[in-house]
């Protein structure tokens, strides 16, 4: 193991295995990973000043074969379960949200939505591709008008004979101008019910990157766009799951999100600590390192408490999606991973926004420069509270597990 994923990281690991399987493979595969995070620290920080997208991420991990960590082998993936996959992306969470934001979207609502519901051509099509790097994917959810509530959506298909015709817009999507390949959500023509999921090549006539958002508070390395529609035409092969079943399609995606972006952010929350061990040990303030003074090691003592209190949380989350990958016709299981998911999307998103704002503390005025190491999980860390399920969101889902369904706020 490099030095890198010693300690923290690797004693986790150590931890998990006492607790759960895990294998040579798995850990062998860790190992690639650490190796792609440690390759991507200089162009992640050279790419986060110049607030641009950073083309190095997907190169590394093709590099590294790990553009396909949860896709099945017979499909040219990892086939890693969803711990290991959740380990691999806390690992890259160390780097940078931006890294996982790619991965995430790439893996996790791309890839493994398509493996889920995409009927066997598709998978071959789709998934082998996604798998060696060859093709990126993208998930278009959202719109200007329509972000928690996808009632709201505007973008709508009509049918002629075995084509359809999709126009519209959508707003805030993560790798959207670089993908080849999107999953975009649309309702029929005139109607507010019967969502359908396509997946849409951006070379098909009709599709447009409007622009690429750069006026974003942080996520600088990530790419994030505005994609347009006009009469945009698929076949009934491009259809995923079944026609008018799209919001069952989105929200499997979106519970595969949540997991990844609470695996990203205890990646944060151990740079963070990692970052704040080396300065306050070595930054002498009033003749003596800063370490020793009282109120530092509360900021100290507040990050660790967050990450240790955050990791478990992810942990038995992923280990409970493994056991209903195993039995996806259990609806109750089905259920538990929904609010679990939901609770450690949330707690770990607000925990590590707070120990970034503790980070930045404790490197004074330096860490309000991103030229400092942490000062890019603050600003990032914000939209962990956002996408993938807003705070509030999380915590209508949670509430309503507890009260009962007959007290869901949009029922």
Known sequence: MTASMESLFERAVNDLSRLTKITDEDRNLLEQVDQAANELVVSEFEKYIERKFNEKVPEVLKKYGLMGVPILKKYGGKGAKPLVHALSIERFGQVGLGVVTFIDVHQSLGSLTIQQWGNEEQKRRYLTKAASGETILAYALTEPEAGSDPASMKTSYRKEGNSYYITGSKYLISNGSVADSIVVFAYPEGQRKGMSAFIVDKKAAGFSVDMRLEEKMGLFTSDTSMLSFDNLQVSKDDVLGEEGKGLNVAYSALLNGRIGIASGCL?????????????????????????????????????????????????????????????????????????????????????????????????????????????????????????????????????????????????
Request: glycine share 6%.
């Open 267 to 411: 990646g944060v929350m151990e740079d963070c600590l990692n970052q704040v061990k080396e300065r306050t040990s070595t930054r002498v303030q009033h003749g003596k390192p800063i370490g020793k003074h009282q109120l530092v090691q509360r900021h100290i003592a507040r990050i660790a408490s967050n990450l240790e209190s955050s990791r478990w949380l992810v942990y038995q989350t992923a280990l409970k999606k493994e056991q209903y990958d195993g039995n996806m016709s259990e609806l109750n299981l089905r259920g538990e991973v929904d609010r679990i998911s939901a609770i450690a999307k949330y707690v770990a998103s607000r925990a590590a926004f707070e120990c970034a704002d503790s980070a930045v503390q404790l490197f004074g005025g330096f860490g309000y420069s991103i030229l400092s190491p942490v000062a890019k999980h603050l600003i990032d860390t914000r939209v962990a509270r956002i996408y993938e399920g807003t705070d509030e969101i999380m915590e209508l889902k949670v509430a309503s597990t507890v009260l009962g369904r007959e007290f869901e706020a949009y029922s």
